[in-house]
């Protein structure tokens, strides 16, 4: 059975600073793995996807890397932000090849200071 | 503009109702999905389904009931047999293939706060 594993469970640093956020997963067979963002009381916002057969992807300031062999993922942050300040969420597709169908880490919450 | 709606935004039940959660989509998605999510855990499935008149369980789907009439629209009903219900409840719909909105992207409503008194 698939498990998602999102280290730490809480970050905190000063704003400017570049920082990356784990996700581990148990099971190599994955269709794709995504990243999303959630502000508090809100819904989820895909920030990444990754196909299996890719290795990152790249928006902004976001750059996400995704490595089967070793079942991890890092999300990396740079030039952090206050407003970059929520929950991070990864989650991996491939159950039964229904690309919805998720199974998600626990979250790591950021904090960035001003 | 194209999104999804959770309705109602807050929702509080006593025990042994039974409550109706209410998604709408007009992004022309095929498949439509259920999450539940519990503070410190990761969301868990509930229900989804992929075409009209068709749904599958999820990891999770004791308790609830889904129906799934129009494209646009996947209720999910919690019921008195689901013992504990109090949680936030996301919806989220995903367009299969290419040329569609989002293709491959799962697209999340606000979500639905559910709490038992």
């Known amino acids: 059975k698939q498990e998602v594993t999102q280290i730490p469970a809480a970050l905190s640093v000063p704003e400017g600073e570049n920082l990356v956020l784990n996700c581990s997963f148990t099971d190599s067979a994955i269709y794709n793995l995504q990243w999303f963002r959630q502000d508090p009381g809100k819904g989820l916002t895909s920030l990444l996807l990754i196909q299996s057969s890719q290795r990152e992807q790249t928006s902004g300031r976001l750059n996400a890397s995704l490595d089967k062999s070793s079942g991890r993922s890092t999300l990396y942050i740079a030039a952090s932000q206050p407003g970059d300040s929520a929950t991070y969420l990864c989650a991996v597709g491939g159950h039964g090849g229904n690309t919805g169908k998720l199974i998600f880490g626990q979250g790591t919450t950021l904090q960035v200071k001003p | 503009d194209g999104g999804i709606t959770q309705s109602p935004k807050y929702l509080f039940r006593k025990e042994g109702q039974n409550v109706t959660l209410s998604c709408e989509q007009n992004?022309?998605?095929?498949?439509m999905y259920w999450y539940r999510q519990d503070p410190g855990q990761g969301l868990r499935l509930i229900y989804y389904s992929q075409i009209v008149n068709d749904f599958q369980k999820g990891d999770i789907a004791e308790g609830y009931s889904v129906s799934r009439e129009k494209k646009e629209s996947f209720p999910l009903t919690v019921t008195s047999a689901q013992k504990n219900p109090t949680a936030f409840y996301l919806c989220a719909s995903i367009g299969l293939g290419t040329g569609v909105s989002g293709a491959n992207v799962l697209t999340f409503g606000a979500g639905s706060r559910l709490t038992v008194l």
């Open positions: 992004l022309n998605h095929d498949a």
